[in-house]
């Protein structure tokens, strides 16, 4: 499946790997647009710029500390808690399925999903801002009800793959499921 002509919903190049590790057990992994050091200078600079003419107006070193500090400290939390670099959905079948994100800083989260939790996955549409866009999710069944969904938990939150590639993971997906 790795194919490099695929985008995100922005148009954005990302990448996709799909490991067949045997026949029941697949892993896709969708990796985002990495980081862009134009992007965090212009920011960077932005906000120093906007510093160093209030501190022209002031004359209070105080405004280059604080915009200095800020910058760096909001560089941090955005590369630890926003910034995914890649995302991956591992299914197992008869076991569950596993959803990872790796983030810039290198910090990982992990979810495990039983199979018996699970209803089915499939790829549904939102809209969002003035158009409509398409994402895959596992319905998870209700404990007091077995035939109703409780939730849905989207797949791919941050890279937001387009159509073409949601439809081969859906199909990966749903070749194990029918088999487990």
Known sequence: MADD??????????GVACRCHSDL???????????????VLVYTCGVWLL?????CCTENTAVLSCAIILTLVGLMVYIHF????H??????????VQLSSSY???RE????????KIK????????YMHRVIYYLCILIKDPADPHAVSSVLPLFQSSKPRLKCLIEVYKTCQEILAQS
């Open 104 to 106: 810039a800083s290198g």
């Open 109 to 116: 989260c992990t979810s495990f999903i039983e199979m018996s």
């Open 25 to 39: 057990c697949r892993e896709v992994t969708v990796s985002g647009p990495k980081l862009s050091l134009r992007s």
């Open 82 to 85: 926003f910034k995914v670099d």
């Open 51 to 55: 510093a160093y003419a209030a501190f």
């Open 87 to 96: 995302e991956s959905l591992l299914i197992i079948g008869s076991l569950g």
């Open 5 to 14: 002509s695929l985008t995100d919903i922005y148009g954005n190049r990302i």
């Open 120 to 127: 089915d996955v499939v790829i549904n549409e939102a809209v």
